[in-house]
């Protein structure tokens, strides 16, 4: 099992520019999140997708909209990229009513 | 507001127990206490969490004080591995885990 995979693992984008952040989990898992880790900082959910078919906001949702494709996928898309959203960014997701959330490698974003 | 609140750093000899603090004051009746680690360049992984009891598994024990406003992580000996940043979180509203800025656990041989 590959658990949960992200892609691309590095970009870099010019301030107003849209990308889609990519990532799947083979693990049957009905739950899946985004989160945004800055600089020095801890990890803060921007949203999260408790079963196939619904999502909802976190603590810091504006900017970014998401999509859960099916169950294994869930992509987090920035429509006018900012400076502001530079972070590395990272998926988990975890079984309904377990707490443990398996984390991606993360993708690492510049906006210049 | 902060939610959790942990020191920056701390350190610890190998082989020697360690015990991470995290104060939660205004933690609810209905929030879980979750503990995550990162190693560098990593997503975090799951450690251990609890709500009311002491919670023991393969890698850890939490310690939650009987108020709940604080807990303690414990790892029963330290090794070089252990060397990571440990995220103490709360579980609010479900699925919304709030992370705070973590403790840097520097293990020395």
């Known amino acids: ?23 799947a989990q083979d693990m049957n898992h009905n739950s899946m999140y985004w ?78 | 507001d902060a939610k959790t609140t942990q020191p920056n750093s701390m350190e610890s000899n190998e082989e020697e127990p360690v015990h991470l603090p995290c104060n939660h004051s205004t933690i609810s009746g209905t929030d879980y206490i979750h503990w ?29 004080a009987e108020d709940r406003k604080s807990s303690t992580l414990i790892l029963h000996r330290a090794t070089l591995r252990d060397a990571a940043v440990y995220y103490c979180i709360l579980r609010e509203k479900g699925n919304q885990f709030y992370f705070g800025t973590g403790t840097s656990l520097t293990v020395i041989p």
Do not use: W
Request: with cysteine; glycine share 10%; aromatic share 10%.
């Open chain 1, 1 to 23: 099992n590959a658990g949960v995979t992200q892609t691309p693992k590095f970009q870099v984008l010019k301030t107003g520019q849209s990308m889609t952040l990519q990532c």
């Open chain 1, 35 to 112: 989160y945004r880790q800055d600089p020095g900082m801890g990890l803060r959910l921007i949203y999260y997708s408790a079963s196939e078919g619904t999502t909802d906001k976190g603590e810091v949702p504006n900017g970014y909209n998401v999509s859960r494709l099916n169950k294994r996928e869930f992509s987090l898309r920035l429509e006018s990229a900012a400076p502001s959203q530079t972070s590395v960014y990272f998926c988990a997701s975890s079984p309904t009513g377990v707490n443990e959330q398996f984390f991606g490698p993360g993708t690492r974003l510049t906006v210049l």
């Open chain 2, 36 to 64: 995550y680690r990162q190693l560098p360049s990593q997503g975090p992984e799951y450690v251990i969490h609890g709500l009311t009891s002491n919670v023991n598994n393969r890698m850890a024990s939490l310690a939650i």
